[in-house]
């Protein structure tokens, strides 16, 4: 059974920081690329990171580039979402996926963790 849990969501005030986490099971975590999604109320799931399954490249929405930076953690299984100068329109719940190497299609996803910045 895959899981995908992610944990570290909260109430911070803008210009705080947060952490996220993702604990993965069930998958060859090492075979497949992991990213972090978030959608706001009244708003589309929109893409925050991805990682390359060998942890080298990574890739960032424009709107999160220089504040956010994503990691993988292979002795773990883990992914992390390092959120800095965090803003209000960061509010929103975020997500934790995982698809396989050559798949175009994001596979698996977690449950998702609330985010709240307040201004």
């Known amino acids: 059974q895959v899981q995908l849990v992610e944990s570290g969501g909260g109430l911070v005030q803008a210009g705080g920081s947060l952490r996220l986490s993702c604990a993965v099971s069930?998958?060859?975590?090492?075979?497949?690329?992991m990213g972090w999604f978030r959608q706001a109320p009244g708003k589309e799931r929109e893409f925050v990171a991805n990682?390359?399954?060998?942890?080298?490249?990574?890739s960032y929405a424009d709107s999160v580039k220089g504040r956010f930076t994503i990691s993988r953690e292979s002795a773990k299984n883990m992914v992390y979402l390092q959120m800095n100068s965090l803003k209000p329109e960061d509010t929103a719940v975020y997500y934790c996926?995982?698809?396989?190497?050559?798949?175009?299609?994001?596979?698996?996803w977690g449950q998702g963790t609330q985010v709240t910045v307040s201004s």
């Open positions: 069930g998958i060859t975590f090492s075979t497949y690329q």
């Open positions: 996926a995982a698809r396989p190497g050559g798949v175009d299609t994001y596979q698996f």
């Open positions: 990682i390359h399954r060998y942890g080298g490249i990574t």
